[in-house]
């Protein structure tokens, strides 16, 4: 019996420990469709790939509801080598390539072709079976036509260019005789745009050959450029699935950013005429995954504004740029005095303050206590909880302990004393240490990023009414950065989007949600100059 | 655009620079410790077919990314076990050579079941693997050293008395194979045969092969054309050495150096071995997991399994290699042979241009010539530079110690600096 | 209870826990065949407190995030040629003691800070760079102590060139520290009478009852021990500072220090640095307790029995305290001590104190190497 579609998965929910990621989603890709997969980070994109994968994850979680259909035939599928048997096939975002290997050695890798030998024959081994070079040539020669790729298959992959790359990959897969489904990982957020095109247009070619393609990405554009059926998802839900000539790009983008606000929104009433506390000129910042491109931006006295934008496109990097955490370039100039980059001290002096998006790999000594945490930054930055004896300082214990008694109240840190290890505290709990050893420093503006994710909701309500506290009173300016746009739309005055590393806009919390998604996917300023829609 | 002929030197010294530095050391040390050239050659072909086997056994591991092998030492204890049994129960035949190949049949298992549980180790301290293997090698040495110290004799029986200590516990410090398995590999130095007669044999072989080449496709590299031209003098130099009498009497004499041809052909197979094993399936394997570990898991290569094969070929050759180097001295140091056997091998490939990731058959063979040259010579070279042998001494356990030290620190810092890029 | 005891026998705590039981174990046969138990506390606590500041330089090393100290010959060199030269002054008793100290810091200093700046540029493969560097500068080393310009008689070779490989500390500063304010409890070999003797060199003592007519059964080094935690305290106050906690968080969390404004490679310099001036120091503590200096080889292996006995105490790779530094040592050298007599009682032929020695010593290690970072 003939089927209608290559992949069906139906009903598919799955939770982490009581949090549902996946609520009852259904997608059918047919053969030779491209079927582009849309949505937020978090919105629940790797979560369905890994199911489809098979990945341990999935299973060490204790697996998933609902059921995946090949050809029809309903499978089971619980390791990523079996997808590979099924004919799915993955090219990955990041390079799943060898550099010192050639072309051919790579598309043929772990797949290469052998001729039997004697020692082989007689250990009955193919291990020891010599390597047919020849043979995987020509195979190599022959996918890589089909992709319309001229280059020599015995190149080594080290001397391509990142575009050509990608084509390898995609050329390993399709040399695998069975593939049916091929998933495309964000596959142009590495590539430049004629790559990208040039990447479209070999997409097009293998689902000519009948092959269905999932491509995951945020690029509007390109997904009306190459996709004949468009899914999104958001927070784990299916928004919608239709045909593509049946949507446009503005519909698309509020779709993927629309949504209840969960946190009440404070109302504000009066435009700040605020004098600049802090300006950005042309910044770039080389944080891996999180590169800044040249960021212009002027911060306003006492207010909190909010950096959003999509992961990878380098909100992250500003902050980490301000502080000095990674190679900076550009100029900042805070309080009208220019800010010596590359140089956390600096930054500090200037009195900044920091809380790390990356709470236990930056923002913690783990195996530390909760005072010392708190305390650390301060005692190396302002000298403070010191006790001198000639030259030398030492710690003051009992200031130390009594500052982080009087920090464990006021944020409701919820621990068995200030001794113990911040590595047992629950998530919203380290997070409330990070910001006690932030403001333990008393900055003048407060940079925090993420501060609620992997957080409970009473300890994100505590922290942001936290943040809205020392801006209101003591008003503190405070640059938030946030995946969570519902959140950054909760407090901030004002919210910069950033795309490609670069400010793509500012709104105001109250601005459309077609806006924030235009700006959000870079299509914003295509759209309202050219109008592609 | 062709390569100009300076910036085509100055490429070939950069990529050769740590093998130039030590031809130069080793010249100037061989000029400074005024013997001959005789002396030295004579010296050198014994060391040549004694530790070359052992250094080969090293190429695996870097290939398959896991460094230099420190951890050779413990083949070495189990050929030297080997050696022990076939001792104990002195089996002997064929001059020898029966014994020697009995002592490597039983290595073999020996060496494997240590070799896999090296592996396993060191597949628990990825990252930090040469300095496991290190430790890893100490603590099989005190193992060692408990079972043939107190084990033997008590839990063990042990046939042969003349190998135990007066008391009857543990064996003694050290062990002759005179008369059984000495130089039994080469049927007890009957195939030993003079030096340049083996060198005339192997240049006509390599031309016959090449021309061969030649004949079937018709053309042939660069690089085959001027082996047959080396190949060629090689095989001139030595009929002239053999047959005639023209030279100055310094190397008149080399006439009367002698190789043993069983060694030289186990080292040559296992050069051979370390070029095939890179065509096959397991070879492209390793070289996957050496280069990069996460991509060949992704692509489905069971990274642990090809690492703790690589460990154990590699083993097992170790021991095979110990059991040459034993067998050619004649004596064993029954707890001191081995201990540093690892240092010297991984220093020998290291002074031949290997790097932590890079090592070939060339890096092996140049850098036995060369290390074991700078060790023969040293000693002397302080005698007569500094009125102290001793200072020599010191100095070639500085170069071994030193050459591993800095080739691994500037390892690490370019792999640092690479990763920062 | 329950939770304790599983705390106690794992991870870093495991050889601890193993070590422990296996040092009761041979107290317990020490009693059952009879060896003289009073001699072997005595012995345990010399040979503690002697290593003990060796074993103390490992603490700022693994701080600072450098791992152990594999290198730990440099700071040896370094107090070796503090010695040596004090030796060549001919200055007996503290006088020479404290000129050794005094000579082997600076030099400490030095080679510290550039042996520190050599890490920064190989980060992620300390251990085994470290290694070799120790290595490489005791056999370089060896050929400095034969074309070293010094001239005292005890300490050259008649005929010859250079130092000796054992200098007899006899007439210098040897036992300065173990007879300063000791308690010595002697048997006269006569009457059976147990005597004490304070603040008394063991010389007085053999010349006081010559031709070993009396023993000495217990000492208590008194002056040694008021040393070794003395070194401690400092080196705890050193964590209490403004700097030692900078340095801690450095090597706790390098991307957190940075956060916080800390240089990092400076800490790690500071760390490598402060690890060498201990060891420095603590091969002068060493060699005066030993009675010998010895030189040439015998540095090349003195890093592996102190990083061992640290890992013993409970310290890890990453994380080290002075209490793991006290308990380490005292377990690893007790057992050290007490199983020598009592293996030799069980087996007369062979050494299997020492074989023990090596197999304990490098099974803590490599242990403690599978537990690194955990990269996969």
């Not at chain 1, 051919?104 to 291990?127: G, H, W």
């Not at chain 2, 100055?10 to 030590?22: E, G, R, W, Y």
């Not at chain 2, 003098?233 to 080399?254: D, E, G, H, K, W």
Request: a positive charge; proline letters at 3%.
């Amino acid at each position: 019996m003939k089927n209608d579609y290559v992949l069906e998965m139906n009903g598919i929910t799955k939770d982490y420990s009581g949090n549902v990621v996946l609520n009852n989603i259904n997608l059918k890709v047919k053969p030779g469709e491209i079927h582009a997969l849309l949505g937020e980070n978090g919105a629940g994109k790797s979560t369905l790939m890994n199911i489809l994968f098979g990945m341990p994850v999935i299973h060490s979680t204790g697996g998933f509801n609902g059921e995946v259909k090949l050809n029809g035939e309903v499978v089971n599928i619980i390791s990523p080598k079996e997808a590979m048997g099924h004919g799915i096939g993955m090219v990955h975002q990041e390079f799943m390539l060898i550099p010192g290997f050639t072309i051919t050695e790579n598309i043929k890798l772990n797949r290469e072709i052998t001729r039997r030998n004697i020692v082989s024959s007689v250990f009955r081994s193919k291990a020891l079976e010599f390597l047919d070079s020849e043979a995987m040539s020509k195979d190599s020669r022959k996918a890589l036509d089909t992709l319309n790729i001229g280059i020599d298959e015995n190149a080594y992959v080290s001397s391509l260019p990142v575009g050509y790359m990608q084509l390898v990959e995609i050329a390993r897969e399709i040399d695998k005789r069975n593939i049916k489904l091929l998933v495309f990982d964000e596959p142009t957020a590495v590539l430049t745009e004629s790559e990208a095109e040039n990447l479209i247009g070999a997409m097009k070619v293998i689902a000519g050959h009948g092959i269905a393609i999932l491509f995951i990405t945020h690029r509007l554009d390109e997904v009306m450029m190459a996709a004949d059926t468009v899914t999104v998802l958001r927070d784990g839900n299916l928004v919608v699935s239709k045909p593509k000539t049946e949507t446009n790009v503005m519909e698309i983008a509020a779709l993927m950013v629309g949504r209840e606000l969960s946190i009440t929104k404070t109302v504000k009433t009066e435009e700040k005429e605020a004098d600049v506390v802090m300006s950005l000129r042309n910044l770039q910042v080389n944080m891996p995954g999180e590169a800044v491109k040249g960021v212009d931006l002027d911060i306003k006295r006492g207010e909190i504004i909010g950096i959003g934008g999509l992961a990878g496109q380098g909100k992250i990097g500003i902050a980490n740029g301000i502080m000095g955490m990674f190679e900076t370039d550009g100029e900042i100039t805070i309080n009208n005095e220019k800010l010596v980059l590359n140089n956390t001290i600096e930054s500090y002096n200037k009195k900044l303050a920091f809380v790390s998006e990356d709470r236990k790999g930056v923002g913690l000594l783990l195996d530390s206590s909760i005072e010392d945490n708190i305390a650390i930054t301060a005692i190396r930055v302002n000298g403070d909880f010191l006790k001198k004896f000639g030259p030398f300082s030492f710690r003051d214990d009992s200031k130390i302990r009594n500052h982080a008694e009087s920090m464990v109240k006021e944020l409701d840190i919820r621990c068995t004393g200030t001794k113990q290890e911040t590595r047992r505290l629950s998530g919203g709990n380290q997070q409330k240490v990070c910001l006690a050893r932030a403001l333990t420093i008393e900055p003048e503006i407060l940079l925090v990023s993420e501060p609620t994710r992997g957080v409970d909701i009473g300890a994100k309500q505590l922290i942001l009414d936290k943040l809205r506290f020392l801006n209101k009173e003591l008003g503190m300016t405070i640059i938030m950065t946030s995946s969570e746009l519902a959140e950054l739309r909760s407090i901030c005055d004002r919210i910069v989007i950033v795309c490609e590393g670069k400010v793509e806009g500012v709104l105001k919390p109250d601005a459309s949600d077609v806006d924030f998604g235009l700006m959000m996917s870079g299509d914003y300023k295509k759209v309202k100059v050219g109008g592609i829609a | 655009m062709k390569p100009t002929v300076t910036s085509q030197l100055k490429k070939f010294l950069i990529k050769n620079i740590v093998v130039i530095v030590f031809v130069v050391i080793s010249i100037l040390a061989f000029i400074a410790s005024k013997q001959s050239l005789y002396f030295l050659m004579s010296q050198l072909l014994e060391r040549i077919s004694r530790n070359s086997f052992l250094v080969l056994s090293l190429l695996i591991p870097v290939m398959a990314g896991m460094g230099l092998n420190f951890s050779i030492i413990i083949g070495a204890m189990a050929g030297q076990a080997a050696l022990i049994i076939v001792t104990n129960y002195q089996i002997a035949f064929w001059n020898g050579f029966g014994g020697i190949m009995l002592a490597m049949l039983i290595a073999v298992p020996m060496a494997a079941i240590f070799g896999i549980l090296t592996g396993m180790l060191l597949n628990k301290t990825k990252g930090q693997e040469m300095i496991a293997s290190m430790i890893v090698g100490f603590f099989a040495n005190g193992i060692y050293q408990f079972i043939f110290l107190f084990a033997v004799g008590g839990l063990f029986t042990v046939r042969n008395k003349d190998l135990l200590l007066t008391s009857g516990v543990g064996l003694r410090n050290s062990i002759t194979f005179t008369e059984t398995l000495k130089f039994g590999l080469d049927f007890g130095g009957v195939t030993k045969v003079p030096f340049f007669n083996i060198l005339m044999v192997v240049s006509v072989i390599i031309i016959l092969v090449y021309l061969g080449l030649f004949f079937i496709k018709k053309k042939l590299t660069v690089k085959q054309k001027s082996g047959i031209v080396v190949s060629a003098a090689v095989l001139v130099f030595s009929a002239l050495i053999m047959y005639t009498n023209i030279f100055p009497l310094q190397i008149r004499m080399l006439k009367s150096l002698t190789f043993p041809a069983v060694s030289g052909l186990f080292i040559a197979l296992l050069c051979g071995f370390n070029m095939i094993i890179i065509k096959t399936k397991l070879g492209q394997d390793f070289r996957a997991v050496g280069q990069n570990q996460h991509i060949a898991a992704v692509s489905g290569i069971n990274v642990n399994r090809v690492r703790i094969i690589a460990i154990t070929i590699s083993t097992i050759l170790a021991a095979w290699g110990q059991i040459i180097f034993l067998q050619e001295i004649g004596v064993m140091n029954t707890f001191g042979s081995h201990v540093q056997i690892a240092q010297f091998s991984v220093a020998a490939l290291l002074v031949g241009g290997a790097t932590v990731s890079k090592a070939t058959n060339n890096n092996a063979i140049v850098g036995v010539i060369l290390f074991h040259t700078l060790f023969i010579v040293s000693p002397f070279a302080g005698k007569e530079l500094f009125g102290d042998p001793q200072i020599g001494e010191f100095f070639r356990t500085f170069v071994a110690y030193g050459v591993i030290g800095l080739s691994l620190g500037l390892y690490a810092w370019k792999t640092l600096f690479t990763n920062k890029k | 209870m329950n939770k304790f005891l599983k705390n106690m026998t794992s991870g870093a705590n495991l050889p601890r826990f193993i070590i422990s039981s296996f040092f009761l174990l041979v107290c317990v046969m020490a009693v059952i065949v009879k060896i003289p138990f009073t001699t072997l506390m005595s012995d345990t606590l010399v040979r503690f407190a002697m290593n003990g500041v060796l074993v103390l330089a490992m603490v700022p090393s693994i701080q600072s995030g450098l791992g152990p100290n594999f290198a730990l010959p440099i700071g040896i060199i370094a107090g070796l040629v503090g010695s040596v030269v004090s030796f060549e002054f001919g200055i007996a008793g503290f006088g020479g003691l404290w000129l050794a100290i005094a000579i082997s810091i600076p030099l400490a200093l030095i080679f510290g800070y550039l042996y520190g700046q050599m890490l920064n540029k190989v980060k992620g493969s300390e251990l085994i760079v470290s290694t070799y560097t120790g290595f490489s500068i005791v056999s370089l080393m060896s050929i400095g102590w034969i074309l070293m310009p010094l001239k005292h008689p005890e300490m050259t070779w008649p005929l010859g060139k250079g130092l000796r490989n054992i200098i007899l500390l006899d007439n210098s500063f040897g036992k300065m520290l173990n007879d300063f304010f000791s308690w010595k409890y002697v048997r006269v070999a006569e009457t059976g009478n147990l005597i004490t003797f304070f603040n008394r060199t063991d010389k007085y003592i053999s010349d006081l009852y010559p031709n070993n007519a009396a023993v000495v059964e217990f000492t208590i080094p008194t002056g040694l021990l008021i040393f070794f935690f003395l070194f401690c305290f400092v080196v705890f106050l050193f964590n209490r500072s403004k700097l030692g906690m900078e340095m801690r968080a450095a090597g706790d969390n390098p991307k957190f220090a940075l956060a916080s404004g800390i240089n990092v490679d400076k800490m790690r310099v500071l760390g490598a640095t402060l690890s060498t001036v201990i060891a420095s120091i603590g091969i002068v503590v060493f060699s005066q307790s030993y009675g010998y200096l010895q030189l040439y080889q015998a540095p090349l292996f003195m890093a592996f029995p102190a990083i061992a006995a640290i890992l013993i105490g409970g310290a890890s790779t990453q994380k080290a305290k002075i209490f793991h530094v006290i308990i380490g040592t005292f377990l690893f050298q007790g057992l050290l001590t007490m199983s020598l007599p009592v293996a030799n009682k069980l087996i007369v032929e062979g050494n299997l104190s020492e074989v023990l020695r090596m197999i304990i010593q490098n099974g803590v290690i490599l242990y403690a190497l599978t537990k690194v970072g955990g990269q996969e």
